[in-house]
């Protein structure tokens, strides 16, 4: 946490032990304010996460039917040279 430096006056004004309980009230807000930031953090992060995770399965499917697309070429190709190959 930050270091509050409460000025003279004001440290007068309330005494001592109001400035301090200041203080404590200062950082107790600081506190949840960090502590909402986080939270939407979190949320906003969990969100993006689900939206990626959606993402990689779609690109996972495409990548396998190009895949399976690929070999069946790829094994027609060699049928078809070996078949060239061994009719002569």
């Known amino acids: 946490m930050a270091v509050i430096a409460i000025p003279k006056i004001l ?3 309330l005494t001592d032990e109001g400035a301090d309980a ?7 807000v600081e506190a949840r304010a960090q ?3 986080l ?4 949320e906003r992060f969990e969100k993006r996460l689900a939206q990626l995770d ?13 895949m399976f697309i690929f ?8 049928t078809a ?3 060239a190959f ?3």
């Open 11 to 13: 440290r007068e004004r």
């Open 22 to 28: 200041f203080v404590r009230i200062i950082d107790h």
């Open 35 to 37: 502590q909402a930031i």
């Open 81 to 83: 040279i070996l078949f």
């Open 54 to 66: 959606g993402k990689i399965e779609r690109v996972r499917a495409d990548l396998i039917q190009w």
């Open 39 to 42: 939270e939407i953090a979190e």
């Open 86 to 88: 061994f009719k002569r």
């Open 71 to 78: 070999w069946v070429g790829q094994v027609g190709t060699i």
